[in-house]
């Protein structure tokens, strides 16, 4: 067939996707059923294990950061980073969450400021406004670019170091040996590339039903499922047009358009809203994130076992985590050059640095209208369910809505696009095991079709319950996930003590004192 890549992969994969599709559009309350039990199972009894699994995630990797070997570089040790820090940071962005910023911008804040995590607080106070800010911090904070960041800094490091091929299994090397090879490491590398699929078919999602809502805001289009499937269609076409032009001319050029378009939208909530208010509450808002993160990052409500965190928190990070290969090979794959200390710092810090002015500029804006009495988000986003619509209802309260709202509706489109494309290029490099860009172009446009196919076809066969059944099967994808990330820890650390005997054992000072005092024992035991 003219194809260059790993057979069982390839069509193990597509044929799964395909049975699940049948399956969701024939056996909707069946699969409902299925994977709605094994996620409130999961969620009831190991919804502490996925919070402690990314708070670890988070600590070993500032640990890999500061330790010794924070100046392994990824690559020879002449190779330099092939993007500089503005791109690779647009394409960070662009990559991982950038359509999730901008669906839960203000849609998160306002429900934590409504309707309060943690007993005791009262709805639309300043208490709540300030905890709303924390939990919507923590979501989209150091702890989701963690999950990005691990398998990013294990694939980077074992490619580009170890020059093993472009597959999830690579990183288990240490633990499988030559089985990587086989049956073990390909069913590794078949689950990995449907965690991609499902992961980014819910993001598919949410960005339709966002575009939807703007649409039927400017130009009056109807919210049904036939205007999403066009709409994926249409936005399908794009990413594999961009799919074709390739790494530079696809991806990076649309990355760029997009951060600063989003830069744009941001500045100008800044500029025309209460801009002192804003600049005070960006302060304020690092402030409150940093001195609620240790107390979220470990609390799992035991007392009062309201439920909401496996709603809210543990869906996340098994959502977050099912496509983390995705975005931590595609992550690796622009981050050649980088040493370990440079790759992780910025990894965490930059994006983390702009979700703060994100979240403070859109969720303490959507706030403060609310506590002006004039928005009517908390009546539309919380008791109507209007997520997707939360921005543009936002927006009304902005000049230049209409022009606003129609760059929102293009900002969206190409972070949807962006994903795709990149998602795209991932899962060709799981099937195909190459170093660079996998194979040849018609098999990345294969996968980007097929991408729009999976949302759509559950867009159009069940509406919402297509997307709540692929929301629930990703819950349960999770815990999988969470395990190998938990390998990846040992098999990199593995990997870096075999590689840099040199920098194993105690610190420098420590040997060098150790070796004083073994001398100074010889000497006695000699002059005895």
Known sequence: ??????????????????????????????????????????????GWFYILGVTTFLIFLLWAAISRYGHVRLGAQDDRPEYGRGTWFAMLFAAGIGTILMFWGVAEPISHFAEPPQQGVAPQT????????????????????????LPALTFAYFVYVRGMPFRVSSVLYPLLGDRVYGTAGRIVDITAVMGTLFGVAVSIGLGTLQIN???????????????????ITVITAI???????????????????NIGL????????????????????????????????????????????????????????????????????????????????????????????????????????????????GGDLVREVVEEGDIPGALFTFLENYPLTTFVSAVSVLIVVVFFTTSSDSASLVV??????????????RQRVFWAVTEGVVAGTLIAATGKGGLDALAEVITVLGLPFFVLAFLMMYSLVRALRTDFPELTGPPPALRRRLERDRKTREWSADKE
């Open 1 to 46: 067939m003219g194809l260059r890549t790993d057979p069982v992969i390839f069509f193990t994969s597509a044929g799964l996707t395909v049975l699940f599709v049948v399956a969701a559009i024939s056996l909707t309350d069946w699969v409902d059923r299925v994977f709605a039990a094994a996620s409130d199972w999961l969620l009831t009894n190991l």
């Open 126 to 149: 300043t208490e709540a406004a300030q905890m709303a800010m924390a939990y919507s911090l923590y979501h989209f904070g150091l702890h989701t670019w963690s999950i990005f960041c």
């Open 213 to 231: 809502s703007g649409l039927a805001r400017l130009f009056g289009l109807p919210e049904s499922p036939l205007v999403q499937v066009l709409l």
């Open 239 to 257: 990413a594999t047009t961009s799919v074709v032009l390739g790494l530079d001319k696809g991806i990076k050029t649309l990355s760029n358009l």
């Open 262 to 373: 989003a830069v744009a939208l941001m500045l100008f909530v800044l500029a025309t809203g209460a801009t002192l208010f804003l600049a005070k509450g960006i302060i304020e808002s690092v402030g409150v994130y940093l001195s609620s993160l240790v107390s979220l990052a470990f609390w799992n409500d035991t007392f009062a076992n309201t439920g909401w965190q496996g709603t809210w928190t543990v869906f996340y990070w098994a959502w977050t985590i099912t496509w983390s290969p995705f975005v931590g090979i595609f992550i690796a794959r622009i981050s050649k050059g980088r040493t370990i200390r440079e790759f992780v710092l910025g990894v965490l810090a930059l994006p983390t640095a702009f979700t703060i002015v994100w979240f403070s500029v859109f969720g303490l804006s959507a706030i403060d209208i609310e506590l002006g009495g």
């Open 428 to 441: 060709d490099m799981l099937c195909a095991g190459q170093r660079e860009e996998g194979g040849p172009t």
